[in-house]
C-alpha cells in the first residue's frame, strides 16, 4: 500500500478486518450489537437516541505512524496556506516604529503586496518555516496521540487528557519549531533584502544568511529567545485547541448523528477551535514576537548557552 494511500486510510470510517462479522452472519458486528438506548444502525454508523458511548470506545485508532504523517502533513500545508496572513501579523505585533506603519489587516496586506511583492514580502521566511512546520507537528501529533491513549485507557477524564495531550506533545516539539520560529519572524519581518519601504533592523539575504549572523552577533542561544514566551503562548494553546476541537467533534456527531460529519463540519470544528484558543492566547503571541525580533544592543555580550564574548 503506497504512503498516499496510508495516509488517506485516516480518514476513512470502515473498521478493521478484527471487527469484521463472522463467516455466515452478515448482520452481527461491534457496530449493530444493541445497546439499552437503542445501538448504532451499521449501515451509515448512525446513532440512535442519542448514545455516543459505544461510537467513542469503538472507534478505531489509527497506528501512531498514520496520525503523525496525517498531522504533519495537514499542519504543514495550513502553515504554508496561512503564511501570508502570519507575515501580516507579525509586521503588526513586530512593527518598530511610530506610528506603526502596519495597521489594519487589509491595509498591512495590500502594502506588503504592493511595496514588496507577493514571494519576498508577504512569504518572506516561508523556507524556515517550512522546516520547522513538517518535524514540529509530526512530533507534536505522536506526542498528542500516545499521551491522549495512555490517559483515557487509565480511566482518566477525556476533557483532561485531551488538554494533557495538547500541552505535552506542544513541549514536546518546541525544541524543533522554536529555532525555526525565531529565523521565520525575522525574515517575516524585515521582508525583501535591502527592503527600501521598511526598516526592521534586520537584513539577512535569507534563511542560511540570517541563521549565520545570528549565530555570530548573538550566539546560538539567540535562537531560543523567547523560547519562555512561545512555550506560555503555545502550550495552552495547543491544549485549549485539542480540547476545544475533541468537544466540538463529539457534539457534531451527535447532531449529524454518524462517525462521519462530512467536511464542512471537520473544517467549521477546527477552525473556531483555533479561533477560540487563539484569541485567549494572543497577548502572548506579542510578546513573543516582541522578544525574538529585538535587536542586540551594540557592544552587548554574545550568549554560547551560558558563556559570554564580547562582540
Same mark, same amino acid.
Given at each position: 500500500?503506497?504512503?498516499?494511500?496510508?495516509?488517506?486510510?485516516?480518514?476513512?470510517?470502515?473498521?478493521?478486518?478484527?471487527?469484521?462479522?463472522?463467516?455466515?452472519?452478515?448482520?452481527?458486528?461491534?457496530?449493530?450489537?444493541?445497546?439499552?438506548?437503542?445501538?448504532?444502525?451499521?449501515?451509515?454508523?448512525?446513532?440512535?437516541?442519542?448514545?455516543?458511548?459505544?461510537?467513542?470506545?469503538?472507534?478505531?485508532?489509527?497506528?501512531?505512524?498514520?496520525?503523525?504523517?496525517?498531522?504533519?502533513?495537514?499542519?504543514?500545508?495550513?502553515?504554508?496556506?496561512?503564511?501570508?496572513?502570519?507575515?501580516?501579523?507579525?509586521?503588526?505585533?513586530?512593527?518598530?516604529?511610530?506610528?506603526?506603519? +502596519?495597521?489594519? &489587516?487589509?491595509?498591512?496586506?495590500?502594502? %506588503?503586496? @504592493?511595496? /514588496? =511583492? *507577493?514571494?519576498?514580502?508577504?512569504? !518572506?521566511?516561508?523556507?524556515?518555516?517550512?522546516?520547522?512546520?513538517?518535524?514540529?507537528?509530526?512530533?507534536?501529533?505522536?506526542?498528542?496521540?500516545?499521551?491522549?491513549?495512555?490517559?483515557?485507557?487509565?480511566?482518566?477524564?477525556?476533557?483532561?487528557?485531551?488538554?494533557?495531550?495538547?500541552?505535552?506533545?506542544?513541549?514536546?516539539?518546541?525544541?524543533?519549531?522554536?529555532?525555526?520560529?525565531?529565523?521565520?519572524?525575522?525574515?517575516?519581518?524585515?521582508?525583501?533584502?535591502?527592503?527600501?519601504?521598511?526598516?526592521?533592523?534586520?537584513? +539577512?539575504?535569507? &534563511?542560511?544568511?540570517?541563521?549565520?549572523? %545570528?549565530? @555570530?552577533? /548573538? =550566539? *546560538?542561544?539567540?535562537?531560543?529567545? !523567547?523560547?519562555?514566551?512561545?512555550?506560555?503562548?503555545?502550550?495552552?494553546?495547543?491544549?485549549?485547541?485539542?480540547?476545544?476541537?475533541?468537544?466540538?467533534?463529539?457534539?457534531?456527531?451527535?447532531?449529524?448523528?454518524?462517525?462521519?460529519?462530512?467536511?464542512?463540519?471537520?473544517?467549521?470544528?477546527?477552525?473556531?477551535?483555533?479561533?477560540?484558543?487563539?484569541?485567549?492566547?494572543?497577548?502572548?503571541?506579542?510578546?513573543?514576537?516582541?522578544?525574538?525580533?529585538?535587536?542586540?544592543?551594540?557592544?552587548?555580550?554574545?550568549?554560547?548557552?551560558?558563556?559570554?564574548?564580547?562582540?
Amino acid at each position: 500500500m503506497s504512503l498516499t494511500s496510508r495516509v488517506f486510510g485516516l480518514f476513512t470510517t470502515a473498521t478493521s478486518d478484527s471487527t469484521a462479522p463472522p463467516a455466515g452472519d452478515s448482520h452481527t458486528s461491534i457496530w449493530t450489537q444493541s445497546t439499552p438506548v437503542g445501538g448504532i444502525d451499521d449501515s451509515n454508523h448512525s446513532v440512535r437516541n442519542g448514545d455516543l458511548a459505544l461510537l467513542e470506545d469503538e472507534e478505531p485508532r489509527p497506528p501512531y505512524l498514520h496520525a503523525m504523517l496525517a498531522g504533519g502533513t495537514g499542519g504543514t500545508c495550513g502553515d504554508m496556506l496561512m503564511h501570508s496572513l502570519d507575515t501580516v501579523k507579525t509586521r503588526q505585533q513586530g512593527d518598530p516604529t511610530f506610528p506603526p506603519k +502596519y495597521t489594519s &489587516m487589509g491595509q498591512s496586506y495590500s502594502t %506588503i503586496y @504592493r511595496q /514588496e =511583492g *507577493f514571494c519576498r514580502g508577504l512569504y !518572506g521566511g516561508v523556507t524556515p518555516a517550512l522546516l520547522g512546520s513538517f518535524p514540529g507537528t509530526v512530533i507534536f501529533f505522536g506526542v498528542y496521540e500516545y499521551t491522549k491513549r495512555l490517559m483515557i485507557d487509565s480511566g482518566i477524564n477525556p476533557s483532561i487528557a485531551y488538554l494533557s495531550g495538547g500541552f505535552f506533545a506542544d513541549l514536546a516539539a518546541s525544541v524543533v519549531y522554536v529555532p525555526s520560529e525565531v529565523l521565520k519572524t525575522r525574515l517575516q519581518l524585515q521582508g525583501r533584502y535591502n527592503n527600501p519601504h521598511f526598516n526592521s533592523g534586520y537584513n +539577512y539575504r535569507n &534563511m542560511r544568511d540570517g541563521f549565520r549572523q %545570528i549565530v @555570530r552577533m /548573538e =550566539g *546560538f542561544s539567540a535562537l531560543f529567545h !523567547g523560547y519562555k514566551a512561545t512555550i506560555f503562548r503555545d502550550l495552552p494553546f495547543s491544549a485549549l485547541q485539542f480540547a476545544f476541537y475533541e468537544k466540538e467533534q463529539s457534539m457534531a456527531k451527535q447532531w449529524v448523528g454518524k462517525r462521519d460529519i462530512g467536511l464542512g463540519l471537520e473544517i467549521l470544528t477546527a477552525a473556531t477551535a483555533g479561533g477560540m484558543a487563539g484569541v485567549i492566547t494572543c497577548p502572548m503571541d506579542v510578546v513573543k514576537t516582541r522578544i525574538q525580533t529585538q535587536q542586540k544592543p551594540p557592544g552587548a555580550p554574545i550568549r554560547f548557552f551560558g558563556r559570554q564574548t564580547l562582540c
